[in-house]
């Protein structure tokens, strides 16, 4: 069962080829890798590796062990049945996981024990008829295990199953109010909820004590809780005291409709109470100006603090997150914030083993980097960072007091490595490119970066420059520039297997990937200064990227160039097609973008519209951002071959957007295709369906470079 594999002594002894270049194929099969979690001692971490077959069309997920003295990795486990750990019980390697299945075969799932060296001595615990999954747990004083997980629960607060939900004879749906969908699922009467539920010891074992409590379902006002806050949210959104004794959870302000605002609270309930027994910590008006959305409720080692970011602006999703930490006491929270004045958003978190310091990552200059911050760090605090490269997916705190952080970076799909509390010293257990055949030959000389300087701002704009394999400064490459999603967001130095910069570069481009006005990690002026302003700052931002390329890169052919983007990056394929920058591009390609701003409010996020185009939709004239900053105006000056991907199960941003786009385009005689997808959402994430984007893609835009001698580009 266990088949070791001496990672150490294979990266030491490698004998890299000559670079071959990373394929779209390569990249999709390699595996992915989750979060490194290390026991309580900090000997070892577990974490899951999936690959693909694109031949079997199958993936395959093992969870592999990195023991952390020696580096060895080893498999742990084969199949996928077991698709959460934790570690909680009497010693340092028991283990209390979620078998995904259970003997019912009913959809829901068992929890069983384990000694993690022992898997043979796996006992089950209970079968549960509920597909619960964000499994936490803890041991309480007196040997029972106290855990938390969510799941779908129908209005009354029974967990939900849908394989065994009762189906009615229509189809149809009725709502009275506005937020019908949310990006990908039509809203049913059933919302998500956290559950705890006791593992009472018995001898050597354990066995569950009574029914599960729901904390969630039923707290109801304009609206409903709900927690983990969809469509992202998960175990993050809530978290267990150490001593088993108390639970937080997030959920989205009940007070206020869904759709105008991002305000949200952390509720705090004991663990032994209900959910008529919670109470809000940060309320509106708790802390002065703090009314958006909160984030990852962390309760310090001790169980005597709650740790959490909150954002001021109430329907703002990409305000500053503000660091604040309260008194796990809802008598007495004495909520005060951290470094209040820094500029930068972190949005991951960990509490030090002695409770006086804070690790979290912020995005910072094109990176997201670590930085420790003391607890009782003034307003003016200004935190140093202890990491540099790369984009952290989690991180923990060992009890060597080191930090243990799973990333990834623009040549590496996870990087595992754990950094002293000061930064000095830092040991890298894992990374992906030195073991991955697909990754063979990536590193950090395949990137590069450039600040210029535009007309919007008064700081200097970053840009990433990714080369392709064997790359010959003396040799020139077509330009593939790229433009991100969000607009609040940015490219940043990490692995993606959506838009992965190295596999477009391979394709034998130079990559340029600007972060312009919008991008997070450069002071939140840089990213407020979006609103309103989407045909602007950001276009002249690209212009001026551009500029700077044809100038100062002689290895780049500016002439045989092509644009592409995702979401912002589509809506500014759109505008580029209509203003003078898409005349210097041979091919545009645009996933999933706005074609037509007047039908903004196609999407349930009214609370990005409102806020993105400063202010909400009234009857649109020359004055209205909605109307100025509309492509569709720009219609006549549409000539520049273009590609349109759109999905149908985008509920972001509509897929009559992507159909409206082709229809004009073909109308026009513009050289134009259209690839859909019914069962994809703002994101192209089936493995197959992923090939088939980047093969259309790359035919269209291979054509229109000169890269392929294809005599068409369909
Ligand atoms: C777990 O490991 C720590 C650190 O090595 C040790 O102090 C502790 O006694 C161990 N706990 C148990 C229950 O073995
Ligand atoms: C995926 O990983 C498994 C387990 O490590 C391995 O047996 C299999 O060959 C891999 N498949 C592919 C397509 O790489
Ligand atoms: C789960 O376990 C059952 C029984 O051992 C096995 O038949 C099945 O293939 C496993 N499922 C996965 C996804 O590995
Ligand atoms: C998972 O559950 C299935 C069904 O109860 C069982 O056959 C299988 O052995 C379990 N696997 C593990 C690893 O617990
Ligand atoms: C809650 O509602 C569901 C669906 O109607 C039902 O199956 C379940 O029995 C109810 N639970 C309770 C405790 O009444
Ligand atoms: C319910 O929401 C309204 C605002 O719509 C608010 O005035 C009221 O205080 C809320 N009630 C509770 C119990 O929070
Ligand atoms: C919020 O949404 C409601 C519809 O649910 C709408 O009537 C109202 O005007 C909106 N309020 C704000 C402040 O946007
Ligand atoms: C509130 O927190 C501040 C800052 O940490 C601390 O100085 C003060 O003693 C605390 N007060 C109470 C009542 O806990
Ligand atoms: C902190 O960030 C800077 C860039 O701002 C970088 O040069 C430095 O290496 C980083 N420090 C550590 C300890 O990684
Ligand atoms: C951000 O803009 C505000 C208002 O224009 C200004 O007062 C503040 O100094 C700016 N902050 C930074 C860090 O530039
Ligand atoms: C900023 O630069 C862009 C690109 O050159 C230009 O189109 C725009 O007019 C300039 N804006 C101002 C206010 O000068
Ligand atoms: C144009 O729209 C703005 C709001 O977008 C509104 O304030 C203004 O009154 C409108 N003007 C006319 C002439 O309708």
């Not at 740790?307 to 990409?318: D, K």
């Not at 093969?695 to 068409?712: F, H, L, M």
Request: hydrophobic share 35%.
């Amino acid at each position: 069962m266990k088949s070791v594999i001496h990672a150490i002594v294979i990266v030491a002894s490698a004998v890299l080829p000559i670079v071959s270049a990373i394929t779209p194929e390569g990249m999709l099969a390699a595996p992915r890798r989750g979060v490194a979690l290390a026991n309580p001692s900090g000997e070892f971490a577990l974490y899951t590796s999936t690959n693909y077959s694109f031949d079997e069309s199958e993936a395959t997920t093992v969870w592999e062990q990195l023991d952390l003295n020696t580096g060895d990795i080893s498999t742990w486990w084969t199949d996928s049945n077991i698709s959460e750990v934790v570690f909680v019980g009497p010693s340092n390697k028991s283990i209390l996981y979620i078998n995904a299945t259970n003997e019912e075969g009913d959809g829901g799932i068992s929890l069983y024990t384990a000694d993690a060296t022992d898997l043979s001595s796996a006992s089950l615990i209970a079968s549960l008829p509920v597909p619960f999954a964000g499994l936490k747990a803890t041991s309480t004083k007196s040997g029972d295990i106290h855990f938390l997980v969510y799941a779908l629960a129908y209005p009354n607060g029974t967990g939900y199953n849908e394989d065994l939900a009762e189906t009615s004879p229509s189809t149809a749906r009725i709502y009275t109010s506005i937020y019908v969908r949310h990006w990908d699922t039509y809203l049913t009467p059933q919302r998500y909820a956290v559950f705890g539920g006791v593992l009472a010891k018995s001898g050597e074992s354990y066995a569950l004590d009574g029914e599960l409590t729901n904390y969630v379902t039923g707290k109801c006002n304009v609206t409903c809780a709900e927690s983990p806050v969809q469509p992202f949210g998960d175990s993050g959104d809530y978290d267990l005291s150490p001593d088993g004794s108390q639970v937080v959870f997030l959920t989205k302000n009940i007070d206020l409709p869904l759709a105008n605002f991002t305000s949200s609270q952390i509720y705090w309930v004991p663990f032994s109470g209900t959910v008529n027994d919670s109470v809000p910590i940060n309320p509106i008006g708790a802390t002065a100006g703090a009314e958006g959305a909160s984030a990852s409720p962390r309760f310090s080692k001790d169980g005597s603090k709650i740790a959490y970011f909150q954002m001021n602006g109430i329907y703002y999703e990409s305000d500053r997150n503000i660091i604040y930490v309260a008194n796990a006491d809802p008598e007495n929270l004495n909520i005060t914030s951290i470094a209040g004045k820094w500029d930068r958003s972190p949005d991951v978190l960990a509490w030090s083993n002695d409770g006086q310091t804070l690790y979290v990552a912020a995005p910072d200059l094109g990176r997201e980097r670590v930085f420790p911050v003391p607890v009782d760090a003034a307003a003016d605090y200004k935190p140093t960072n202890i990491t540099n490269e790369g984009v952290p997916a989690g991180m923990q705190v060992l009890a060597n007091d080191q930090i243990l952080v799973s990333d990834s970076k623009i040549w590496s799909s996870r990087d595992i490595y754990a950094v002293s509390p000061d930064g000095a010293s830092t040991k890298i257990y894992f990374q992906a490119n030195l073991v991955d055949p697909a990754l063979s030959g990536l590193g950090p000389k395949d990137v590069s970066e450039f600040y210029f300087s535009s007309n919007s701002t008064e700081i200097d704009i970053q840009s990433w420059i990714i080369y392709p394999s064997n790359f010959s400064a003396e040799k020139t490459y077509p330009l593939a520039f790229l433009v991100h999603g969000g607009p609040q967001g940015g490219y940043y130095n990490s692995w993606s297997t959506r838009w992965n910069y190295r596999v477009w570069s391979d394709q034998g481009y130079v990559v340029i990937a600007p972060n312009p006005t919008a991008s997070s990690g450069w002071g939140q002026n840089f990213t407020d200064a979006i609103a309103g302003h989407w045909g602007d700052y950001p276009y002249w931002d690209l212009v001026h990227a551009w500029d700077y390329v044809d100038t100062n890169l002689p290895y780049v052919d500016t002439a045989r160039g092509i644009a592409a983007g995702a979401s912002f990056g589509g809506y500014m394929m759109n505008w580029i097609q209509g203003h003078p920058l898409g005349r210097r591009f041979n091919a545009l390609v645009t996933h999933d973008g706005v074609t037509n701003s007047l039908e903004d409010y196609a999407t349930e996020e009214l609370w990005f519209i409102n806020h993105d185009e400063a202010g909400t939709f009234t009857s649109p004239n020359e004055t209205s951002t909605y109307y100025r900053w509309n492509p569709i105006l720009y219609y006549e000056n549409w000539q520049t071959p273009h590609f349109v991907v759109h999905s149908d199960l985008d509920y972001r941003l509509p897929v009559s957007e992507g159909i409206l786009l082709f229809n004009l385009l073909q109308v026009k005689g513009v050289p134009s295709k259209f690839l859909n997808f019914p069962d994809e959402n703002h994101w192209v994430l089936n493995r197959q369906n992923s090939l088939v984007w980047h093969t259309e893609i790359y035919k269209w835009i291979n054509y229109y470079s000169g890269i392929s001698d294809a005599s068409s580009p369909f």
